[in-house]
């Protein structure tokens, strides 16, 4: 094996592991909302993760690496207030009325969503082997749910589950674009402190009124891992695999995130292993190598 083909892996196992961690984000986003609303939730997360990150990114300019021009603010203000406020407002709005299963079939059109978008601005190329590979995921996706049942499912809740999906596309395409020049630590950071900026007038009332006190500590474990390793370190991994790979190939792997929700609902929620799950889970499998073949 070359040292390409090694580094290739690398950044591959990098996009799994993201994946994995944000699949498991579905079981304690569930949690984090039977005790806190979604837009508190959000608002919070939001502001907590860009308070983390930005002495990040003061500590990174101080080592030597070029700080962000005052002329490239807009991007960061697209970036934070569609990938990061609109996305997490949407997501935890969405999953807290509709059930798992649906916000899992959703969120796996992104892939074709990141494709689509990418394509449309010359950054890539669509290819039948992509398509068939990502209808085989959503197929795998599917199958995953049948038999499924969890919290009751809404229109209203799906509708902000694909406003999170199509926000998160727009974030991978255009990020990719900001990453060339400044790496990850100073993307994420300013997103996250624009998303602050851009969500937080829209729910200070609520956040004001909410009584934290009454959170138990089993939520705030849940969203301690929302806030530090889902919407911190899984991005910064993200964002250093994004800088080296295509979007479409890492956006692929959004399909392990229903996978990974199934399978922990296993041991989590005491679910039984079906034969269903496991041919759901082997089509999703199948569909993310397709799509990076092609």
Known sequence: ???????????????????????????????????????????????????????VYWWSVRQ??????????????????????????????????????????????T????????????????????????AIAIGGVVLLQQGHHGSPSSWVGDLFMLGAGASFAVYTVFGKHATRRHGA????????????????????????AFDFAAVST??????FYMTVVSSTVCYLFFYYALNRLAASRISAFAYLQPLVATLLAIPMLGE?????????GGLVLAGVFLTERG
């Open 185 to 208: 630590i100073p993307i994420i950071a300013f997103s996250y402190a624009a998303g602050a900026l851009t969500m937080w007038p829209f729910t200070y009332s609520s956040v004001a």
């Open 64 to 109: 030597g690496a070029e700080p962000v021009k005052l002329r490239e603010l807009p991007i960061f203000l697209l970036l934070g207030s569609v990938g990061i406020a609109i996305n997490q407002a949407c997501f935890l709005v969405g999953i807290a009325q509709t059930s798992a299963g649906h916000a899992a079939l959703v969120i796996g059109f």
């Open 272 to 280: 039984p292993l079906t034969a269903t799950m496991m041919g759901g």
């Open 218 to 223: 089993k939520a705030w474990l849940a969203f």
């Open 1 to 55: 094996m070359t040292d390409g083909s090694r580094s290739q892996w690398k950044l591959y196992l990098i996009v799994v592991g993201v994946y994995l961690f944000w699949g498991a984000n579905f079981i304690f986003s569930k949690i984090v909302l039977q005790e806190m609303p979604g837009l508190v939730a959000a608002s919070l997360r939001t502001v907590l993760a860009a308070a983390l990150m930005m002495p």
């Open 111 to 134: 892939p074709i969503l990141v494709l689509f978008l990418a394509a449309a601005i010359g950054q890539e190329r669509i290819t039948p082997l992509k398509l068939v590979g990502l």
